[in-house]
């Protein structure tokens, strides 16, 4: 391999890693709220407010159900209007945390659903707010469990940043896309499929340990 095509394999994989980190940063940010609001409104929750529930359940099911590929060029013009660009790393980070977003809320929703209710209902007995339950029950006790679904989330923005390479998002997917696949390069292809299949390992092997660990405090 030349030294030329291994200077496009450090900057494919650093793109890869800009993509990721920052989708995954996104995603986070938005979907724990999203996934609380869901929590605290459903029918039996803190605030129960069914239709507001499930007109933002529906929100989420819908973007949940459009394939990646066609939801990266359906937000098109979303993606110009944020960035500016449809193409490129920033651009890819668009589609990217768009599509992560409902799928994590409905992960950590879950996690939070499985918290013991008579700790909630303890707390409410004590005159907690509903704000302290989210900071002192909710979150903490379903931590772990976030935790691991945060993991399954950054190995499915991985795959989804390959899948971007296809319309010049950048990264590890583009190369293997444009050098691998298109100019027959099979030594690109081999090394990327490698290069993802570590980075998704390393992925898999952090979040199980700290999951683990948070479960054991």
């Known amino acids: 391999m030349s030294p030329q095509m291994i200077d496009r394999l450090w900057k494919a994989f650093f793109d890869t890693l800009l993509m990721v980190g920052v989708s995954a940063v996104v995603t986070v940010l938005f979907a724990v709220p999203l996934a609380l609001f869901l929590i605290v409104t459903a029918p039996g929750g803190i605030h129960p407010l069914p239709r507001l529930n499930r007109a933002v359940g529906m ?78 029950v909710l979150l903490p006790e379903a931590l772990p469990a976030m935790v691991g679904g945060m993991t399954v989330t950054l190995i499915t923005i991985i795959g989804a940043s390959a899948m971007a390479g296809a319309v010049g998002a950048g990264g590890l997917g583009d190369l293997a896309i444009r050098y691998g696949y298109q100019r027959f390069d099979t030594t690109v292809m081999v090394v990327v499929i490698v290069i993802l299949v570590v980075l998704v390992s390393a992925v898999q092997f952090a979040g199980d340990r700290l999951a683990r660990y948070l479960s054991r405090r």
């Open 59 to 136: 929100v989420v099911n819908c973007f949940r159900a459009v394939p990646f590929i066609v939801l990266l060029v359906a937000l098109i013009p979303f993606t110009r209007l944020i960035v500016g660009t449809t193409i490129g790393v920033w651009a890819a980070i668009v589609p990217l945390s768009v599509a992560s977003i409902p799928f994590f809320a409905r992960i950590a929703e879950v996690a939070l659903r499985e918290v013991d209710r008579g700790l909630v209902e303890a707390a409410q007995s004590f005159g907690c707010t509903t704000g302290q339950i989210i900071r002192h």
